[in-house]
């Protein structure tokens, strides 16, 4: 008889030394409750709340939770339920005990990550990985691509934001930035410490950090295997809204915030390694160069990072971001040499930086497609050409790469005809992408905008 994905992970919660650790850990910091939490499509982090006494059972037995929180219990302009509709079975969250955390700011709470399974009950499939589980599909494609290749991919992840509240606005110079200001750090030196503190608490290794533009801060934590780098972005995220709320004042991770500011971005600075080694760095060449196999994958990334772009910007919003030419976000697929316009740049030896992936990102579908993008360009030795030199807002796009969609719309268009895309991630996963970034396009395509008012309004006759 077959064990299911399901019975094998609970089986393995149930003799865990980490199940024993966090028993321990709840009696000695006094825990109270614990969130058991996933990852919708959109990044949204969803889940419940239990007495933390109830963790020995349900690091079993599981929680329960309807599977269209997976889509945001999103309704479309038709009234479709996105995910399955009222009727659709729940789906059971098994928590991954080593993800288990104190929160720091209130240590009556816990929170753990869970992977999602089909429920026991269902006739076929039970017990099954759920398809539209983000964190597990990561898990999957990252473990795959392992086997196949022998490579592991190492990522750190540039996350930018915006604040905004009383005393946080500063003066600077016209035509000038504030980026790298002291004095802006200072007035956001009450955010730095919380957020940094907090972090480090939580397992982040915070590195360094800047001010980069108006209300925008840029606070970074050291590198290491996509999967872990992905938990850490979102428990980054939800550390900088509870130091908000106890600031009284607001963070967003709004990609672009207002016009003619700098958008946030969140930049992945990958490498891929093979027993112990990074293979995108050939030893004992000290100038700004790239291996071979890093060449492959590099030309996998440009050749899918079209049809990619329906993960590394997922909102109507987005695309503002990559409009606003000269505020160092990509406009073309391209490539080069420690050059801050592309949009892969070789920043050193042995470490690509990817910038298309923005602040609202969700970071286990992006470091997702990029893994399945690497691995179709080692295996078809797609060569990425010589890097461009200047400025990558002047110029024609290479044309050996698609160009980089401009709209939700585009992106939508060209993910459905990305086959090694949407293959990695799956019919059902690919399909509910499709349908619920379609419903948002649909949605702002028949919204009368305050820019349509202000330019229409009285323009006739």
């Known amino acids: 008889m077959t064990t299911s994905a399901l019975d094998q992970h609970r089986h393995q919660n149930a003799s865990s030394p980490h199940l024993a650790a966090a028993l321990a850990t709840i009696k000695e910091r006094g825990v109270e409750h614990v969130y058991y939490q996933s990852v919708s499509i959109t990044g949204r982090v969803v889940g419940k709340v239990m007495p933390a006494r109830h963790l020995e059972r349900a690091a079993v037995k ?17 009234g479709i339920l996105l995910g399955g509709g009222v009727n659709a079975p ?24 869970c992977r999602l399974y089909e429920p026991d009950h269902l006739a076929e499939g039970a017990g099954a990985p759920y398809a539209c589980d983000t964190r597990g599909v990561l898990r999957r494609v990252h473990r795959e691509f392992t086997e196949r290749t022998g490579l592991e991919m190492r990522a750190g992840c540039e996350p930018e934001m915006t604040w905004k509240g009383e005393g946080l606005e500063g003066r600077f110079r016209p035509q000038s930035s504030p980026s790298y200001h002291i004095e802006h750090l200072e007035r956001n030196r009450p955010i730095v410490k919380k957020v940094i503190a907090y972090a ?9 950090g800047d001010y980069e533009d108006a209300g925008q801060v840029e ?11 992905a938990d850490r972005l979102i428990t980054y995220r939800q550390i900088c809204k509870q130091v908000a709320r106890e600031l009284g004042i607001e963070a967003s991770f709004m990609p672009k915030p207002a016009t003619g500011m700098m958008g946030n971005g969140c930049h992945h600075n990958f490498s891929l390694w093979r027993d112990g080694v990074n293979v995108l760095e050939n030893p004992g060449v000290t100038e700004l160069h790239l291996s071979q196999e890093g060449r492959h994958a590099l030309g996998g990334l440009l ?57 609202a990102v969700n970071p286990y579908l992006s470091h997702a497609v990029m893994i399945a993008a690497f691995e179709d360009g080692l295996k078809k030795e797609i060569e990425p050409g010589e890097p461009d030199q200047g400025s990558s807002y002047v110029g024609a796009q290479d044309t050996r790469f698609p160009e980089l969609p401009m709209s939700l719309g585009e992106a939508i268009s060209a993910f ?18 499709v349908d ?12 009368v905008t305050d820019w349509e008012r202000a330019t229409y309004w009285d323009d006739t006759p």
């Open 303 to 359: 050749t899918h990072s079209a049809g990619a772009m329906l993960v590394n910007g997922s909102t109507v919003n987005s695309y503002k971001r990559y409009w606003d030419g000269g505020q160092f976000a990509p406009s073309k697929i391209n490539w080069g040499m420690d050059n801050k316009t592309c949009t892969v740049r070789l920043s050193a030896n042995g470490r690509l930086e990817y910038k298309l992936p923005d602040a």
């Open 200 to 208: 480090q608490e939580l397992g982040l290794d915070m590195i360094e």
């Open 90 to 113: 729940e789906y059971t969250a098994i928590p991954d005990l080593e993800t288990f955390a104190v929160l720091p700011w209130d240590t009556s709470f816990a929170r753990i990550f």
């Open 219 to 229: 606070l970074n934590f050291m590198y290491d295997h996509a999967d872990l780098t």
């Open 436 to 447: 619920y970034h379609a419903d948002e396009w649909a949605r702002f395509c028949g919204h």
């Open 62 to 78: 599981g929680v329960q939770q309807h599977r269209t929180a997976a889509a945001n219990l999103q309704t479309t302009r038709e």
């Open 416 to 433: 459905r005809r990305d086959d090694v895309i949407t293959s990695a991630l799956g019919d059902e996963l690919s399909t509910l992408l």
